[in-house]
């Protein structure tokens, strides 16, 4: 199934509509780069540039129909700047540590307790 034509398409519809209508795209996107065993370090790349192209993408809509861009959600979004660029090395420094087989199964706990907590919510 992985092989068939369809299935990056249909994971990346689904990523940028589960994206687009509430930020839940993370566990879509676990799941495609699971299933087709990209390592580790493409992995986390691959999913960072997803993620940073959609949300691009969305800027117009966020600001245009949406209006929730303004001076003040601007300034807040400055104030996380410190702790986006700290948990970014963090990140980087826990993948290179972890084993293959264990960012795998780190990635599927966290991917599962996630579909849960958002089911849930």
């Known amino acids: 199934m992985v092989d068939?034509?369809?299935?990056?398409?249909a994971f990346g519809l689904l990523g940028s509509f589960t994206t687009?209508?509430?930020?839940?795209?993370?566990?879509?996107m676990a799941i495609f780069l699971l299933s087709v065993k990209m390592p580790k370090l493409s992995f986390v790349g691959t999913n960072a540039w997803f993620?940073?192209?959609v949300n691009y993408l969305?800027?117009?809509?966020?600001?245009?129909?949406?209006?929730?861009?303004?001076?003040?959600t601007l300034a807040i979004d400055a104030c996380a700047i410190p702790f986006v660029l700290?948990?970014?090395?963090?990140?980087?420094?826990?993948?290179?540590?972890?084993?293959e087989r264990a960012f795998r199964i780190f990635t599927t706990v966290v991917t599962?307790?996630?579909v849960f907590v958002m089911l849930l919510s």
């Open 4 to 9: 068939a034509w369809w299935y990056g398409p």
């Open 20 to 28: 687009m209508i509430g930020n839940a795209a993370g566990p879509v």
């Open 51 to 53: 993620f940073l192209t």
């Open 58 to 72: 969305k800027l117009p809509l966020q600001y245009f129909a949406w209006n929730n861009i303004n001076l003040t």
């Open 86 to 99: 700290v948990g970014g090395d963090i990140g980087i420094k826990i993948v290179k540590w972890l084993p």
């Open 112 to 114: 599962i307790i996630s």
